[in-house]
């Protein structure tokens, strides 16, 4: 068995924290959940959605895949993982935000842009990832003289809008937002930086979600993405 010791001080950690000092917040969880929003993010380790939003438990559902993907709405008989979680969130948890948490360097989105050369990716990566094929052949069309890192970045840009817009073709989902109870969000994550921008659906264009703090600097102002 590989060695997990590492993971016990967090674990011991985790106890202290939420069941000795902060015992209360986990008597309450006991009697059920309430977060308010459903995160889709990555599977990719260096993007954690509680380490980056500093949630406490209870605080986020969150869902993770593979360049963090909605499928469109479908009725088939296969297995529907992402779209039971959102099932759940939307119409049994009710929350009221839904945040598509895409990020730079993304594995998944690499494997896309290496199918566009005729690449296929594993035995079932390259078949997930093009759900946001839409985004990919955008970005080709529009960038095709760039180079390959900016192709990526701006494919991870557009594959958020993909599955936003993919959210909205389940009807539970398109009914709430247009009654006003939920709201989605596209948040884009740089892995150099710390940044994290949103997609701002007036402007077409992430902005600055949150302003990089640094020590040494203090509050940095539209740092480069
Ligand atoms: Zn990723």
Not at 50 to 75: E, M
Request: glycine letters at 8%; charged letters at 20%; one cysteine or more.
């Amino acid at each position: 068995m590989a060695d997990v010791t590492k993971f016990l001080a967090g674990i011991a950690n985790f106890q202290q924290q939420y069941f000795g000092e902060n015992a209360e917040l986990a008597n309450n969880l006991l009697a059920g959940q309430k977060p308010q929003a459903l995160l889709i993010g990555c599977c990719d380790s260096r993007v954690d959605p509680a380490l980056l939003t500093d949630s406490a438990p209870g605080d986020l559902f969150i869902l993770r895949n593979i360049a963090n993907l909605v499928p469109p709405y479908t009725k088939s008989d296969d297995y529907h993982g992402v779209s039971s979680s959102l099932e759940y969130a939307v119409c049994i948890l009710e929350v009221s935000d839904i945040i598509v948490l895409g990020h730079s360097s993304c594995g998944g989105i690499n494997a896309l842009l290496e199918s566009a050369g005729g690449q296929e990716a594993g035995e079932f990566i390259g078949k997930w990832v093009k759900i946001a094929q839409s985004a990919l052949d955008k970005v080709l069309a529009e960038l095709p003289e760039e180079t390959p890192e900016k192709q990526a970045r701006a494919c991870e840009k557009e594959a958020i809008l993909v599955s936003l817009k993919n959210l909205m073709t389940f009807p539970w989902v398109r009914d709430r937002v247009a009654r006003g109870q939920l709201s989605l969000h596209g948040w884009y994550y740089n892995m150099g930086t710390g940044q994290l921008r949103y997609y701002n659906q007036l402007s077409g264009e992430y902005e600055i979600l949150v302003e990089r703090y640094s020590p040494k600097t203090g509050s940095q102002k539209n740092p480069p993405a």
